[in-house]
C-alpha cells in the first residue's frame, strides 16, 4: 500500500483458498437465526399483571400501540379494561415501551419472524405465550437500572413530632412551586385515578396544568368538580393515589398534595376569575339545602352556577359540618376551609347558620318555601359499644369531644385516656387528646384499642404511624367487655381478644376468646366507634319516605320517593368528603332535571356542551382507530386522517373556551330549549357497533361522519359569534369532504 | 474523425436504484458518447421529513428517529442527538457511558467501512470482495445485537448515558472479533486492495485536489485522501477520543483509490480504539436518569454538536424553546456535500463506467441528504 503501489496480479488468485468454505449467511433449508438473549423481537405482555393504563401506547412514536377493549374484562381499582394491542406495520421495535411500562408487564422476546399474506394478522395482540403461542425466549425486557419512571416521590417536609405534640398547627407544610412541578413531572397521564375518584376529577389534566406552572387551568380543572379542593387537598382519603399506576413499582404521586399546593397558591380573589364558570342565568327557581357538609356545599355550588338561587341551613355556628366540627385543625385549618367556602358563598350562595331545621325552622316550610329540598345532614351522632359502665359520666363520644373543640368549649382532659376505635375518627379523637395532654401534663398517656388488628384496622396508616410518633399507644384486635369502675372512678377498660371482626359473608359478627382478658388502664374513655344520622327534624315525613334498609330510598339521581325531596352526604353514601362531593354534585344535577323537567340530561353548562361533542368526536375516533388496523391502507389513511383532525378539533374548542365571551354567548344561545334540542338530535346516535368488514365498517362511518356533519351544521346555525361561527363552518366543511371520501369509497 | 464523436448528445436517468450508492438516489445525465457533460443529482426518494417529524415528538420519541437518517452508519445521529440534549440541558453522563458510546460509534465506523470499501471495489466488478466485507461487517451487527438488541437500528444511546450496559463476556466478544477482522484484512489487501486490476480502475479517477477539497467543504475519508489530515475526534474530542490514541492515516492523490486507502487503513486505527476501549473502560453506572420522559422540557437553550463519522463531519444544531419537544434540530450530514455538490463536480468530464465508482468513493448516503 505504498504511494506508488502498482499491485499485483498474481495474489489476488489466493482468494481461492476459501474455495471450500461453508458460506456464512445462507442456510438451506431455512432454519432461523437463534438471535442474542436482548434481542429486540415481538412483544409479550403479561395480561394478568398489566393495568391497562395505556403508557405504552403513549410514548410509542409510530402510533404503532393502541389499547383495546377486552370484553369480560370488568376495569377494577388501578386497573383499566384495556390491554395494548401492537400495529407490526408500523411498530420499529424501539423498545422505549418496554422501558417506559408501569408494571413491568410488557417484555419483547426473541421471536422475529412472522410471514403471511393477510395483513390483518399484523395487528397483533400480545400476550404470555407469545404471537404464534411457540414460548420464545425472552428477548429485551424492562430493567430497574433503565426504567424510565420516576418512582420516588418528592418528599412532604412535615413538622416533627416534638414541633407538633403541644399544638394543633398543621402538620404538613406544602410543597414549593419546584418541588410541586418535580412531584407533578412524574405523571404519566394514565388516568386511572380519574376512574377511581368517585368524584371523577380530571386529575392528569390538572396535574398538566401545575407541571405547566399554569396554576389557573389547574384551579379551573379542580372546579369542574370539586368545589372544595382546599379541604380534598388535605384530608381526602385519595383513593386516587392507591389507584395511581406509578404506584405499581413505586411511589404514587402525591396527588392531594398537588392539589392542595395549586390551590394554596392562587389568592382567593382569584378565584371568579380562575374558574370561568358564570352563573348562566337565574331561573327564579329556590332549593334549600340542610347541612352545610361538603355533600351540601357541593350541590349548593352546582345547583347555583346553574342559576337556582340557593339557601343552606346549618345548625352550627359556622358552616362546613364534619369538616369543621369533625376533622382537627391539624390536619384541616380554618382558614383554608374558609377559603373554599368563601367562594361558594360568593357565587351567590346563601348559607344561614345557627338555624336548626325542625326546631327554629318546620322542614315543612322548606317544602311551602323552596321549589326543592336537599338533605344532607350527615352523622352526627356518636354510637356506643353499650358494654356495662357506658353511662358513667367519665365516658365521652369522640364526635362530642371534637365539636368541642372546634367550638373552643372546655373538655375534660385526665392524665390516662382510653380510646375505644381503630377508624379515623378515633385518630383524630386521639391525637387531639394527646395534644391537649401535653399541654396539661407535659406528656401523653393515650391508649387507643380497635376490634380490628393493626393490618385491617380502618384508619390510614399515615394516621396510625403519626399518632404512634404523637405517643399514642395502640391495642388493636382487642374487644370491649366493660368499663371497670371502682368507688364511682373509671380504673380502665376491661378487654378480651378479638379473634374474628366478619363472619364469612363479611357481615360485622366479632368473636372473642373469653380467656383473654387485659385490662387498659385509664380514668377517661372516649368511644369512637362510628357514627349515625339524627333524623328526627323530617318530623312525620320519616313515615313518607320510602326505606331501603336504614337509608332512604333514592334514585341515581340521589332523590327520594318524595319527588322534591333529595338527600345526599353520609346518609346516603359515606364516609368521606370526595363521596359526599360528588354525591352533592350529581343530587344538583337531579334537582335540575326534575326542575327544569328536562326528558334526558344532555348539558347544564356549556362545558358539558362542549365535553359532549368532544366525547362524541372521540367515540367517532376510537371506533375507528380500533378496526384501522385491519383494513386497507386507503381506509386505514382516512382514519388516521380522522385521527388528526379530532386532535385539532380538541385543542382549537379549548383554546376557544377560554376566551369569556365566547362562553358567554354559547352559554345564552344554548340554554334555549328549541336549540338545546338541535344538540340533542345531533348526538343521540348509538355507538357503533363491533364491525369486521370493510364495508360495514364504512357504512357504520359513513353514519356517524353525517351525524358528526349535522352537529357542526347546527351549532353553526345557532352561533353569531364570530369565532364560533368559523371553528363550527370549518369543521362543518372538513366532515363534508370526509362524507364525500367514505361515500366515494362505499360506491366502489 | 472517429465514430464515438460522431455520437449525438444524448441525456441518462440513472436510479434510482444502481449500484453507485447504499440507497435511492439518481442522477440527470447528458452524456456525449461514454462522456459526461454534467450530472444533476435528484435527490429526495428517502425523504421522510426527519427534521420536521423531530419538531412534531417527544425528545426521548426522537431517538427512535434520528438513527434512520443514516442506515450504514446510525450511531453518530444517536451520539449527536443526546450530546445536543446533554449539552442544553446540562446533563451530565456517567464515565463508562461515554467509553461505551465511544464503542458503539467505532464499532459503527468499522461497519460502515466495510461497506463502503466493499462497496467501491463491486463497482469495479469484484464482487467477491464486497461479499467477503459484508460478511464480515455482519459480525459487527452481532455485536451489536448483543448490545442494544438490533442489529441495524441500535436506539440504543439515551440523553444521559446508554440504555443498558454490556451483557456477561461482552468484552471477550468483541475482541474476538476485532483479532477476526484484523486477521482478514490480509485477504482484503491480497484481493482487492492490492489487486493490480482494481488499481488500475481507481487510480486517478474522481480527483479532488487539496484546495478543491477545502473549498466545497470535504470533510471526513474523503478530505484526508486529499491531503488534510481533519478529524473531529482530534480537533474537537467529544465522548472519550481524548483517552484514546489513534492515528489519522492521509494520502495526497485525492482520487478513488486514495479515498478506500484512506477508510481501509481506519480499520486498523478503529480496532485499536476498540482494543483500548475494552482494556481501559471503567466500572460504573451507565446512565444518569432523566425525568419522566413523557413530561419532560428541555429548558431554552441551543446547542451545536458534532462527531466525525464514516462519511464526514456529522453535525446538530438543535434549539429548544422550553417545551416538551425540540423547536428545531437540523442535520448538517457530510453526504449533503459529497453526494451533491462534489459528486455533480466530479461527474462532469469523467466517463460512464466511473461514475458508479466515483460515487461510491465518495461513500454519500442518500437518506442523509433527504433527511
Known amino acids: 500500500m505504498s504511494e506508488n503501489n502498482k499491485g499485483s496480479i498474481l495474489k489476488p488468485f489466493r482468494a481461492l483458498k476459501f474455495i471450500g468454505e461453508k458460506p456464512v449467511t445462507i442456510r438451506t433449508p431455512f432454519e432461523n437465526r437463534p438471535t442474542a438473549p ?12 398489566c393495568i391497562g393504563c395505556g403508557t405504552c401506547a403513549e410514548i410509542c412514536d409510530n402510533d404503532a400501540i393502541r389499547m383495546i377493549e377486552i370484553p369480560g374484562l370488568e376495569p377494577e381499582v388501578g386497573s383499566s379494561n384495556l390491554r395494548p394491542a401492537i400495529d407490526y406495520g408500523r411498530c420499529c421495535w424501539c423498545a422505549l415501551c418496554v422501558d417506559v411500562c408501569t408494571t413491568n408487564s410488557l417484555n419483547m422476546t426473541q421471536e422475529y419472524t412472522h410471514v403471511s399474506e393477510d395483513l390483518n394478522t399484523f395487528f397483533m395482540f400480545p400476550d404470555t405465550e407469545g404471537i404464534h403461542k411457540t414460548d420464545f425466549p425472552l428477548g429485551y425486557q424492562a430493567s430497574d437500572d433503565s426504567n424510565f419512571l420516576d418512582l420516588e416521590r418528592v418528599e412532604m ?36 385515578c380519574t376512574d377511581t ?4 376529577m380530571n386529575i392528569p389534566e390538572y396535574i398538566e396544568a401545575i407541571w405547566d406552572d399554569n396554576l389557573s387551568e389547574a384551579g379551573r380543572q379542580i372546579y369542574k368538580t370539586n368545589p372544595l379542593p382546599e379541604v380534598c387537598g388535605r384530608v381526602c382519603t385519595h383513593k386516587c393515589e392507591t389507584a395511581c399506576s406509578i404506584g405499581q413499582r413505586g411511589e404514587p404521586i402525591a396527588i392531594r398534595w398537588l392539589k392542595r399546593y395549586a390551590m394554596d397558591a392562587i389568592p382567593a380573589e382569584q378565584y371568579g376569575d380562575v374558574n370561568n364558570f358564570r352563573v348562566v342565568k337565574p331561573l327564579g327557581k329556590s332549593v334549600a339545602i340542610v347541612g352545610s357538609g361538603p355533600a351540601g356545599l357541593s350541590a349548593a355550588y352546582y345547583l347555583r352556577l346553574m342559576g337556582y338561587d340557593i339557601t343552606i341551613f346549618e345548625k352550627y355556628p359556622e358552616p362546613g359540618g364534619m369538616m369543621r366540627y369533625g376533622i382537627p385543625e391539624y390536619r384541616l385549618p380554618y382558614d383554608a376551609l374558609d377559603k373554599d367556602i368563601n367562594y361558594i358563598e360568593e357565587v351567590g350562595v346563601e348559607i344561614k347558620c345557627n338555624t336548626t331545621i325542625g326546631k327554629d325552622i318546620p322542614f315543612e316550610d322548606l317544602h311551602r318555601n323552596f321549589d326543592s329540598v336537599l338533605i344532607a345532614t350527615g352523622f352526627h351522632v356518636g354510637r356506643s ?19 368541642k373543640i372546634t367550638r373552643g368549649e372546655e373538655i375534660q382532659v385526665d392524665e390516662k385516656i382510653v380510646v375505644i376505635g381503630g377508624g379515623n375518627v378515633a385518630m383524630d379523637i386521639a391525637r387531639s387528646l394527646a395534644r391537649k395532654q401535653k399541654v396539661k401534663y407535659g406528656k401523653v398517656n393515650i391508649i387507643v384499642t380497635s376490634l380490628e388488628t393493626r393490618d385491617i384496622m380502618p384508619a390510614d396508616d399515615e394516621e396510625i404511624e403519626e399518632a404512634t410518633e404523637e405517643g399514642c399507644v395502640f391495642y ?3 374487644g370491649p367487655v366493660e368499663i371497670v369502675i371502682e368507688d364511682g372512678k373509671i380504673k380502665g377498660l376491661k378487654t378480651n381478644r378479638c379473634l374474628s371482626v366478619f363472619d364469612e359473608q363479611h357481615r360485622f359478627s366479632p368473636k372473642f376468646d373469653e380467656n383473654d382478658i387485659k385490662l387498659l388502664e385509664g380514668t377517661m374513655i372516649v368511644e369512637s366507634i362510628g357514627q349515625g344520622p339524627d333524623m328526627s327534624y323530617l318530623d312525620t315525613y320519616t313515615d313518607k319516605i320510602e326505606m331501603d334498609g336504614r337509608r332512604f330510598k333514592v334514585n341515581e339521581f340521589y332523590q327520594t320517593s318524595i319527588e322534591w325531596l333529595f338527600a345526599a352526604g353520609d346518609i346516603i353514601k359515606g364516609p368521606d368528603v370526595i363521596n359526599g362531593i360528588a354525591v352533592g354534585h350529581k343530587a344538583a344535577l337531579g334537582i335540575d332535571k326534575m326542575l327544569e323537567n328536562k326528558k334526558d340530561l344532555f348539558y347544564n353548562t356549556i362545558f358539558d356542551v362542549l365535553d359532549k361533542s368532544l366525547k362524541f368526536e372521540e367515540g367517532c375516533r376510537k371506533s375507528s382507530s380500533k378496526f384501522a388496523g385491519k383494513f386497507s391502507p386507503v381506509v386505514n389513511n382516512m382514519i388516521t386522517d380522522l385521527t388528526v383532525k379530532s386532535k385539532d378539533l380538541e385543542e382549537r374548542i379549548k383554546k376557544l373556551i377560554q376566551n369569556e365571551n365566547v362562553l358567554i354567548h354559547l352559554d345564552k344561545k344554548l340554554k334555549r330549549p328549541q336549540e338545546a334540542g338541535y344538540f340533542e338530535r345531533c348526538i343521540a346516535e348509538e355507538a357503533l357497533a363491533d364491525t369486521t368488514s370493510e364495508k360495514d365498517f364504512l357504512k357504520n362511518m359513513e353514519r356517524k361522519t353525517r351525524v358528526a356533519f349535522g352537529l357542526y351544521h347546527d351549532l353553526e346555525k345557532l352561533t353569531k359569534n364570530k369565532e364560533l361561527e368559523f371553528l363550527f363552518g370549518y369543521l362543518k366543511a372538513q366532515k363534508k369532504k370526509q362524507l364525500e371520501k367514505v361515500e366515494k369509497l362505499l360506491q366502489k | 474523425m472517429s465514430k464515438i464523436d460522431e455520437v449525438r448528445d444524448y ?53 427512535a428517529i434520528v438513527c434512520r437518517i443514516c442506515v450504514p452508519d446510525p450511531d453518530p445521529n444517536e451520539n449527536n442527538y443526546a450530546r445536543a440534549i446533554e449539552e442544553i440541558a446540562g446533563i451530565e453522563v456517567p464515565e463508562r457511558a461515554k467509553w461505551i458510546r465511544t464503542l ?12 463502503g470499501i466493499g462497496g467501491h471495489v463491486a463497482t469495479t466488478g469484484l464482487y467477491a470482495f464486497s461479499n467477503w466485507t459484508i460478511a464480515d461487517r455482519d459480525r459487527i451487527m452481532e455485536l451489536f445485537e448483543e448490545l442494544t438488541g438490533g442489529r441495524v437500528y441500535h436506539i440504543y444511546q439515551l440523553p444521559g448515558g446508554v440504555r443498558r450496559d454490556f451483557p456477561d463476556g461482552f468484552e471477550r466478544r468483541v475482541l474476538e472479533v476485532m483479532d477476526y477482522i484484523e486477521s482478514r484484512l490480509g485477504d482484503y489487501d491480497d484481493l482487492a486492495i492490492n489487486n493490480a486490476l482494481f488499481i488500475k480502475r481507481a487510480t486517478g479517477i474522481g480527483v479532488i485536489t487539496k484546495e478543491q477539497a477545502i473549498k466545497w467543504g470535504v470533510t471526513g475519508p474523503n478530505l484526508r485522501a486529499c491531503g488534510v489530515a481533519a478529524d473531529v475526534r482530534k480537533d474537537d474530542p467529544y465522548e472519550v477520543y481524548d483517552k484514546v490514541d489513534f492515528e489519522i492515516p492521509t494520502r495526497t492523490e485525492g482520487d478513488a483509490y486514495a479515498r478506500t486507502i484512506v477508510r481501509r487503513k481506519e480499520i486498523e486505527q478503529s480496532i485499536s480504539i476498540v482494543r483500548q476501549i475494552i482494556d481501559k473502560i471503567p466500572a460504573g453506572p451507565v446512565w444518569n436518569k432523566i425525568p419522566n420522559p413523557l413530561k419532560w422540557k428541555v429548558p431554552a437553550g441551543d446547542a451545536y454538536v458534532r462527531t466525525e463519522s464514516s462519511k464526514g463531519e456529522y453535525a446538530y444544531y438543535m434549539v429548544s424553546d422550553g417545551g416538551r419537544n425540540p423547536y428545531r434540530v437540523h442535520v448538517r450530514g457530510a453526504s449533503t456535500t459529497h453526494g451533491v455538490h462534489v459528486l455533480e463536480n466530479l461527474l462532469a468530464g469523467s466517463r460512464i463506467e466511473d461514475a458508479s465508482q466515483i460515487m461510491f468513493s465518495l461513500d454519500a448516503c442518500p437518506p442523509e441528504v433527504d433527511r
Open chain 2, 11 to 63: 441525456e441518462l436517468f440513472i436510479g434510482p436504484n444502481h449500484p453507485g450508492i447504499s440507497g435511492n438516489f439518481s442522477f440527470k445525465m447528458k452524456l456525449q458518447g461514454d462522456k459526461i457533460l454534467s450530472a444533476k443529482t435528484d435527490a429526495g426518494y428517502l425523504h421522510r421529513g426527519f427534521e420536521k417529524l423531530m419538531e412534531e415528538r417527544l425528545f426521548i420519541q426522537n431517538i
Open chain 1, 385 to 403: 359499644t353499650r358494654v356495662p359502665g357506658t353511662d358513667h359520666k367519665d365516658v365521652f363520644q369522640s364526635i362530642d369531644l371534637l365539636s
Open chain 1, 197 to 200: 375518584c368517585p368524584a371523577h
Open chain 2, 104 to 115: 458503539v460509534l467505532e464499532l459503527s465506523r468499522l461497519a460502515s467501512y466495510l461497506f
Open chain 1, 157 to 192: 417536609e412535615e413538622l416533627s413530632p416534638e414541633e407538633r405534640g403541644d399544638s394543633f398547627i398543621e402538620i404538613v407544610k406544602g410543597y414549593s412551586k419546584e418541588q410541586a412541578i418535580a412531584e407533578a413531572s412524574r405523571c404519566v397521564a394514565c388516568g386511572l
Open chain 1, 38 to 49: 436482548r434481542y429486540r423481537g415481538f412483544h409479550v405482555n403479561d395480561q394478568e399483571k
Open chain 1, 476 to 478: 388493636p384486635g382487642r
